[in-house]
């Protein structure tokens, strides 16, 4: 049971200091007039939230002041704690208020004045740290800890592995008090922030900038300013978290915006962050398949290509286009420096250059570079590597998500005798890609439904490959991906514009276990 479980449970006072000290690991504390008393810290305990914290730290500086007065040994730490927040300060940043000796504290520390409240408030409102219980338990319990150990208040690192609840706490503190800015554009927003320590950011050319005017945070992004409706939220989220984050740290939290997107829109743009050891993995049966030298002989388009993690590990980056559906995108991998020396742009793969009648235009948008087109039109031997989107209009995804992929310019124009293959976001980027580049080789992480599933039967009627090897590993290696199923890496030569067909009857693929450690055993799939 967690610290907040048992505080909501609590019927007494003396319940909320049981709760307290066994959470904390209290060693050699006392229970007296001061609530918990150990040589680090003094708390005052509430077995409600009434009271504000600066309300308790009234009371628990009447205490201090007393001590001081009578010369006694004071603790480096102050701590306010009740059944829904506490509150954390150095002893040694109150002590110019309470050497003044001024204030009139009243008979006893429960029976604090107005103007004792008054005067403490104004004073230690930029001193001590805050922490709601109920979302920022761990941070205030490491806080307290670190206290004890090392002897100061130590702000909590934001690490990978804490990034999504650091996310989702800087939008109830600070995102939310952000006037005007769309919900979609939090993340951005959040990587402005933490990448700032205050003077300059770690990252030159981020989407969105952390400025100050008078004295205050405000956020620039795509031309517009936005400022902070309150700012106590932001003071009290800063006390608690440290940034920037650690160097070895920043490119790769980064990189994992893509945890950040909410679940519908991640869905539908592919937004999963394909692991390096899973990509470790695929580059190693390129190289069983296609030769030792592939990535020397092939052009790689990579037209979903996120914030390019399947491409990191390439070593000959000139070699390589990467597109995404995001500006944003390309914006992140300029400023994580990834994959400098390829051609990275923004593109729509499912609606840019698309005429009325499904063919290919690049005129459209004059997105493409002039070198890609080339190498298509002279055949060059094109890889595709990608890891697409996942989402189809009947899943579970919100109705403009679904209505999203169905009316992509490439299913609506190009994709009328799939059937229902072409609800498939996955099948429409295999769809244009059998036209554009009609004899690419296509190396790609999807689900297997395109061999084998019997909806699909249109598909693999029209669609012609020969299939070359691959691998199958558990979705749960994909982090942000729901559900228990099987994940296929599948490279394919495809020949769509030959009058041959090769029939996809059975294909033989490696397992590997859930750790990606080992290969489990070599499975045939029956595709008809």
């Known amino acids: ?90 002893t040694v940043d109150v002590l110019p208020l309470l050497e003044k000796k001024t204030i009139k504290w009243g008979k006893s520390a429960s029976g604090y004045t107005q103007e004792a409240l008054d005067a403490v408030s104004a004073y230690i409102g930029t001193h001590f740290v805050s922490f709601k ?28 592995d804490n990034l999504k609840q650091v996310f989702d706490k800087w939008v109830e503190m600070i995102g939310k008090e952000i006037k005007d800015v769309p919900e979609e554009d939090y993340a951005l927003l959040f990587f402005a922030d933490i990448m700032h320590d205050g003077t300059i950011s770690t990252h030159n050319d981020l989407p969105a900038e952390l400025l100050h005017k008078n004295n205050a ?69 390129l190289t069983e398949t296609l030769g030792n030298n592939w990535q020397q002989e092939y052009i790689v388009w990579d037209m979903c290509c996120g914030v390019g993690n399947l491409e990191v590990k390439h070593s000959n980056p000139r070699n390589i286009f990467m597109s995404t559906l995001d500006q944003a995108d390309v914006d992140v991998m300029k400023a994580t420096k990834t994959c400098t020396a390829a051609t990275r742009f923004q593109y729509d793969y499912l609606n840019d250059d698309i005429t009325d009648d499904g063919k290919i235009d690049y005129t459209l948008t004059n997105k493409i570079p002039e070198s890609l087109r080339k190498a298509i039109a002279s055949g060059k031997k094109i890889l595709v590597l990608i890891n697409p989107p996942y989402a189809e209009a009947g899943n579970t995804l919100g109705k403009d998500s679904k209505d999203n992929v169905a009316s992509t310019k490439i299913a609506s124009t190009a994709m009328k005798n799939y059937g229902k293959s072409s609800n498939e976001l996955f099948t429409q980027f295999v769809a244009r890609i059998s036209q554009e580049i009609p004899t690419a080789t296509l190396a790609m992480f999807s689900t297997l439904k395109y061999v084998n599933a019997p909806n699909f039967e249109l598909f693999r009627e029209k669609w012609n490959a020969k299939y070359m090897g691959g691998f199958i590993v558990h979705s749960k290696a994909f982090e942000g991906l729901k559900g228990n199923f099987p994940i296929g890496f599948l490279v394919w030569q495809t020949a769509n514009n030959s009058k041959e067909k090769t029939p996809i009857t059975e294909i033989t693929l490696d397992v590997l276990n859930k750790k990606l450690s080992q290969w489990v055993k070599r499975n045939s799939l029956i595709c008809q």
Do not use: C
């Not at 920022?136 to 990978?160: L, M, V, W, Y």
């Open 133 to 160: 219980i109920k979302t920022h338990e761990a941070e205030f319990i490491e806080a307290i800890k670190n206290a004890i150990k090392h002897g100061d208040i130590i702000r909590t690192q934001i690490t990978p």
């Open 217 to 285: 945070p405000v956020f620039s992004l795509g031309g517009k300013l936005y400022e902070l409706g309150n700012k106590e939220g932001y003071r009290q989220f800063w006390a608690i978290y440290h940034k920037p984050p650690k160097a070895e740290y920043r490119d790769y939290l980064l990189e994992r915006r893509d945890s950040l997107i909410p679940l519908d829109e991640r869905s539908f743009k592919g937004a999963y962050y394909t692991p390096l050891h899973v990509v470790d993995k695929a580059y190693d049966k």
């Open 1 to 90: 049971m967690s610290l907040y479980e048992k505080l909501q449970k609590a019927s007494s006072e003396e319940d909320v200091k049981d709760a307290y000290i066994k959470a904390l690991g209290l060693k050699g504390y006392q229970k007296n007039l001061i609530d918990i008393q150990t040589k680090e810290i003094w708390f005052e305990a509430k077995q409600n939230s009434r009271l504000s914290s600066y309300a308790m730290f009234t009371q628990l500086l009447h205490y201090v002041q007393e001590a001081l007065n009578h010369g006694e040994d004071l603790p480096p730490f102050l701590a306010v704690i009740d059944t829904e927040k506490a509150a954390l300060m150095k």
